[in-house]
């Protein structure tokens, strides 16, 4: 059975950081895109970061883009989400995702990923 698991996530003041894991088991993703979403209430699903298979490509989007850094560790079968200089927009719970595809490079769109973790709650008090 194909897991990800999300860690790392909970409470931190405005302007603090936190890094989110997640683990993957039950396959290798090592030559796959991986990518962190998050989702707010009443807010749609967005991207916020994504890594080809071996870490050489990275892209995020405007809103965390220079606070957050995506990276990865494939022997450990980890994907990893460092997030600085939080703000309260910031708050909502975070998901892992992998494309199953092979890709060398990496996957915007929600909709091709095709694995999930179960989210981590991150919130940033102001």
């Known amino acids: 059975q194909v897991q990800l698991v999300e860690s790392g996530g909970g409470l931190v003041q405005t302007g603090g950081s936190l890094r989110l894991s997640c683990a993957t088991s039950?396959?290798?993703?090592?030559?796959?895109?991986m990518g962190w979403f998050r989702q707010a209430p009443g807010m749609e699903r967005e991207l916020v970061a994504t890594?080809?298979?071996?870490?050489?490509?990275?892209d995020y989007s405007d809103s965390v883009k220079g606070r957050f850094t995506i990276s990865r560790d494939n022997a450990k079968n980890t994907v990893y989400l460092q997030m600085n200089t939080l703000k309260p927009e910031d708050t909502a719970v975070y998901y892992c995702?992998?494309?199953?595809?092979?890709?060398?490079?990496?996957?915007?769109?929600?909709?091709?990923?095709?694995?999930w973790g179960q989210g981590t709650q991150v919130t940033v008090s102001s």
């Open positions: 995702a992998a494309d199953s595809r092979l890709n060398y490079g990496i996957t915007y769109v929600a909709s091709e990923y095709d694995y």
């Open positions: 890594i080809n298979w071996n870490g050489g490509i990275t």
């Open positions: 039950g396959r290798t993703f090592s030559l796959n895109p």
